[in-house]
């Protein structure tokens, strides 16, 4: 019969009122806990190293045959030849040297990440994947930003050749086509009829070449040559701040001293 006469509501409250009176006996335990919790969370943000990244986008290019129709499967359809690249000894020294860093610094810290279209794209790709990001950590700001435009440019450079050399030879057609024009034109102005007919029809047919050579030079410098799409900038990329070091470390310590308090008599009553 007793038992069916204890109120457990009664119990909880002696439960709570215990409790809160050995926090309130030993109030400096939360306290000093709180203290100390916060010193330790501000000595532990004072050791944490600012990391920052940039990221530079990069268009690989797309290699044509020599009258534009024909898609060349070099290296730049390749997206991995960005990130062998970028991570090269000789790559990572250049970019070391213009961000001044050592190399030593540097390596280890870069990355390459394919751009892709997304998945429900009706983007019809007849390449690889010709956007790649370059993605440096480094210590300070400037110095992830230099690294990570350096790379990008050393990766342009690398990737150039082809189209550089056709945009060379597409300019040197284009000169050709009109020193062959003055020519003709300045032999029609003194022949007879049938010689300034058949002149005008070779005129036409330079200025036919003429025309699609500057098109094609067009294609090979906006297509076809690798080139930077975006510099890098570069953003912190640890969320440690002091305060938040500060905040959540004194929580912590609040709770351990709570803790200590509440355990204080029994391991005392333990002990003896």
Known sequence: ????????????????????????????????????GAFIG???SLGGKEVWKASADVYLGASYSALGGVLLQGPQANPS??????????????????????????????????????????????????????????????????????LAHVVVDR????????????????????????????ASSAGDTVTKVVLAVQIGNVLDDQLQARQLLIQAREIERPKVLTRAAAVKATARSKRNSVVVGAFLGFVIGLIAALLWEPLLRARR
């Open 159 to 186: 990737l150039a050749p082809y189209a550089d050399q056709k945009i060379g030879t597409l300019k040197q057609r284009i000169a050709d086509d009109q020193t062959q024009l003055e020519a003709i034109r300045r």
């Open 42 to 44: 501000y000595l532990i």
């Open 81 to 150: 030849t960005a990130n062998t690249i970028a991570r090269a000894q000789s790559s990572i020294e250049t970019a070391a040297a213009r961000a001044g860093m050592r190399a030593s610094q540097l390596r280890g810290h870069v990355s390459t990440q394919a751009i892709s279209t997304g998945a429900g794209s009706t983007l019809v790709r007849t390449t690889g994947n010709p956007l790649v990001k370059i993605t440096v950590q480094a210590s300070t700001r400037r110095r992830a930003a230099a690294a990570a435009n350096a």
């Open 1 to 36: 019969m007793s038992s069916r006469n204890v109120d457990p509501g009664a119990e909880q409250e002696v439960d709570l009122g215990k409790w809160w009176g050995a926090i309130v006996a030993r109030w400096w335990l939360p306290v000093l806990g709180l203290v100390a």
